[in-house]
T-cell receptor, first 110, second 114 residues
Framework: GENVEQHPSTLSVQEGDSAVIKCTYS??????FPWYKQELGKRPQLIID?????GEKKDQRIAVTLNKTAKHFSLHITETQPEDSAVYFC?????????FGQGTELSVKP | DVKVTQSSRYLVKRTGEKVFLECVQD?????MFWYRQDPGLGLRLIYF???????EKGDIPEGYSVSREKKERFSLILESASTNQTSMYLC?????????????FGSGTRLTVV
């Protein structure tokens, strides 16, 4: 069945460093790839998304890249800040629903 | 701003009870979803619905059923609650206009079955 693998499961960086989270997907028909941030005790919130006709998208310190041939996509956070600490989920569309990765717990140390 | 409201933040139920989790969205979204979230397993899809009175099984439907009598409301039913259904349950909705869009999630219901 459809599957999304996400790595790493935990990531610890110093404030100001960059963080990269990677995902691979199995369904070649997937054409929409959102990323969610979930702070402790809160609901997942959409932070950025990309469609299959675009290779890269940026929004301030956050960027997402997509390689359709290899079926993987990545989230890049630059100049990390303590408030970036959260669990991040990638997802890939599959027949009208989203398949989520297992999540990455990002810790940004001051 | 789209709002997805789940009726309870915390619930404690006994094994064997029938449990209803309610979800309401206020932006006329066609699609609604129920996920459960467990540490290390991410978000797993239980059931989803693209329209009123329509439902589709997700990846882990066993032990659950759903009801969508009105467009704005999507209910998850645990027919006979068991301890392995202790989890965080998240409802979500999304727009559909011929292409996929991101979900808006509710705040979640943390269910404990004792």
């Amino acid at each position: 069945g459809e599957n999304v693998e996400q790595h790493p499961s935990t990531l610890s960086v110093q404030e100001g460093d960059s963080a990269v989270i990677k995902c691979t997907y199995s369904d070649s028909a997937s054409n929409y790839f959102p990323w969610y941030k979930q702070e402790l005790g809160k609901r997942p919130q959409l932070i950025i998304d990309i469609r299959s006709n675009v290779g890269e998208k940026k929004d301030q310190r956050i960027a997402v890249t997509l390689n359709k041939t290899a079926k993987h996509f990545s989230l890049h956070i630059t100049e990390t800040q303590p408030e970036d600490s959260a669990v991040y989920f990638c997802a890939a569309s599959g027949r009208g629903k989203l398949i989520f990765g297992q999540g990455t717990e990002l810790s940004v140390k001051p | 701003d789209v709002k997805v409201t789940q009726s309870s933040r915390y619930l404690v139920k006994r094994t064997g009870e029938k449990v209803f989790l309610e979800c309401v969205q206020d932006m006329d979204h066609e699609n609604m979803f129920w996920y459960r979230q467990d540490p290390g397993l991410g978000l797993r899809l239980i059931y989803f619905s693209y329209d009123v009175k329509m439902k589709e099984k997700g990846d882990i439907p066993e032990g659950y059923s759903v009801s969508r009598e009105k467009k704005e409301r999507f209910s998850l039913i645990l027919e006979s609650a068991s301890t392995n259904q202790t989890s965080m349950y998240l409802c979500a909705s999304s727009l559909w206009s011929g292409m996929d869009y991101g979900y808006t999630f509710g705040s979640g219901t943390r269910l404990t079955v004792v």
